[in-house]
């Protein structure tokens, strides 16, 4: 098989979906046999360079914590977190994130820019796959096409550290984070969300 010459990306946990281009290999991010067999079809294709790589695999739990089956959240920081190396979902979302930033600061050094992509609303089908949840709170989403033109865009132009994309979620997340107290961010996320709904069961 000659090898590919122009520049490729290998996105991990894309829909089965056929572009012009695009070719699909199996992986799963959370076999340690999968993850190889996927390297050695990659290398052969590519004579050996990736150019991109897009951490994109995720499942989707969407539960209070105090309600959260462990074997569930073991499963989904299999794919989330440690999936990453070889996101209960903010949780493990979160620690990706920050995991993110320590390989950004560790291989800027060898030139290797890493992009922590913080994807706010989108209208996918990870709701559809999770283990929990509906969406029946996402409102705003934007479309995938646009959040990837979006992030192609970002990588292409030498960004690096956090980008915020994702319907109007993420732009208001990107600068309440940076800009408001903590709590204030809180509410501004949550208000519309039904969390400050919750009460304690009326006692008998």
Same mark, same amino acid.
């Given at each position: 098989?000659? @090898? &590919? ?17 695009? !070719?699909?290999?199996?992986? /799963?991010?959370?076999?340690?046999? %999968?993850?190889? %067999?996927?390297?050695?079809? *990659? ?5 050996g360079r990736l150019d991109v790589l897009v951490n994109n695999a995720g499942a989707m739990f969407s539960m209070p914590l105090l309600d959260t089956d462990i074997d569930q959240s073991k499963k989904l920081f299999e794919v989330n977190v440690w999936g990453v190396l070889a996101r209960v979902y903010?949780?493990? =979302?979160? @620690? ?8 950004? &600061?560790?291989? =800027?050094?060898? $030139? *290797?820019?890493?992009?922590? @992509?913080?994807?706010? !609303?989108?209208?996918? =089908? ?18 995938? /096409? *646009? ?6 865009? /970002?990588?292409?132009?030498?960004? /690096?550290?956090? *980008? ?9 997340? =990107? ?6 107290? !903590? ?10 969300? $039904? ?10």
């Amino acid at each position: 098989m000659t @090898a &590919i010459t122009k520049p490729t990306v290998l996105i991990t946990g894309c829909s089965e979906e056929s572009h012009d281009d695009v !070719e699909i290999l199996p992986l /799963d991010v959370t076999s340690a046999s %999968s993850i190889t %067999s996927c390297v050695d079809a *990659v290398e052969k294709r590519t004579g050996g360079r990736l150019d991109v790589l897009v951490n994109n695999a995720g499942a989707m739990f969407s539960m209070p914590l105090l309600d959260t089956d462990i074997d569930q959240s073991k499963k989904l920081f299999e794919v989330n977190v440690w999936g990453v190396l070889a996101r209960v979902y903010n949780t493990s =979302k979160a @620690a990706t994130r920050w995991l993110s930033e320590t390989l950004r &600061i560790g291989m =800027k050094g060898l $030139g *290797v820019r890493v992009v922590t @992509a913080m994807i706010g !609303e989108v209208n996918t =089908k990870i709701y559809a796959n999770g283990l929990a949840g509906t969406g029946v709170m996402q409102r705003e989403a934007e479309e995938p /096409d *646009v959040t990837a033109e979006n992030l192609v865009r /970002d990588v292409l132009s030498g960004r /690096d550290g956090h *980008v915020w994309h994702g319907g109007v979620v993420a732009g208001r997340a =990107k600068y309440f984070h940076w800009t408001l107290p !903590e709590r204030f961010f809180e509410w501004m996320l949550l208000a519309t969300r $039904g969390v400050y709904q919750i009460k304690p069961p009326q006692q008998p």
